[in-house]
């Protein structure tokens, strides 16, 4: 099965652009007649075939088949210093399914810059790769004070590793079919003080366990419960 990312999809008839052109043709050796795939991103997923088979310009007759999920999960997380540890952590958190990625910088975030497009270019192929309808959002890094500000009309938690703190499982804290915030820091955790802060902000305090996990296994632990939760 051939998946082809095509976000700006909105009519009967689509497009490829030159380079998945190229691909469809030149790599894949696709011809008129041929079936492939196309997700948008946003829930769309679409059988089409191909009516001309110009490598710069391929033409495809789409039939559109709709996929909708039944919640919606924003995960904000502090990038880790590895960078390939936080990319593994996109690809497998879209591959389970998720909605909206924010880096946060924290005070004890050992990095400090992400790379959009880069990351972007990693959900991309693991969208293609696992035949997913909805192309997660990546948004500009911001720091934890200056989102915590924002407007979120949903369920909002915070994962952190204090001791002696009151803390529950997610399965204690949500029901089904709503919309999640989840916070995860980075290795050091988050401050008593961002975490008080994000308290006072509406945000309940969640454990994922007792083992202590990295920022990336932590992050991709909420995905998976979240989505086991809405199974």
């Known amino acids: 099965m051939h998946i082809f990312y095509t976000p700006d999809i909105a009519q009967n008839t689509y497009t490829l652009n030159e380079e998945e052109s190229k691909h469809c043709v030149r790599v894949l050796r ?18 089409a075939e191909i009516t001309s088979d110009n490598p710069k310009k391929v033409i495809l007759s789409v039939e559109n088949e709709f996929h909708k999920r039944n919640h919606y999960l924003h995960i904000a997380v502090a990038p880790t210093k590895n960078i390939d540890r936080f990319e593994w952590f996109l690809e497998k958190a879209t591959e389970l399914g998720i909605d909206e990625i924010t880096p946060i910088i924290s005070d004890r975030s050992e990095r400090k810059i992400v790379k959009e497009d880069r990351l972007n270019k990693v959900i991309t192929s693991a969208v293609k790769q696992s035949i997913k309808a ?7 890094a911001t720091s934890l004070d200056a989102f915590l500000k924002l407007p979120f009309d949903g369920e909002k938690l915070i994962a952190h590793c204090i001791a002696n703190e009151e803390k529950k499982f997610i399965s204690d804290l949500v ?22 802060l994000a308290l ?32």
């Open 200 to 231: 006072n902000k509406g945000f309940k305090p969640l454990t994922l366990g007792d083992n202590r996990l990295r920022t990336e296994t932590a992050a991709l632990a909420v995905c998976f419960e979240i989505n086991y939760l809405n199974r």
């Open 30 to 47: 696709l011809k008129i007649g041929e079936i492939v795939n196309l997700v948008d991103g946003k829930g769309g997923f679409y059988t």
């Open 175 to 196: 029901n089904p079919h709503q919309k999640y915030l989840v916070l995860v820091g980075p290795e050091g955790d988050f401050t008593p003080e961002e975490v008080s």
């Open 134 to 140: 909805y192309h997660p959002i990546v948004n500009e």
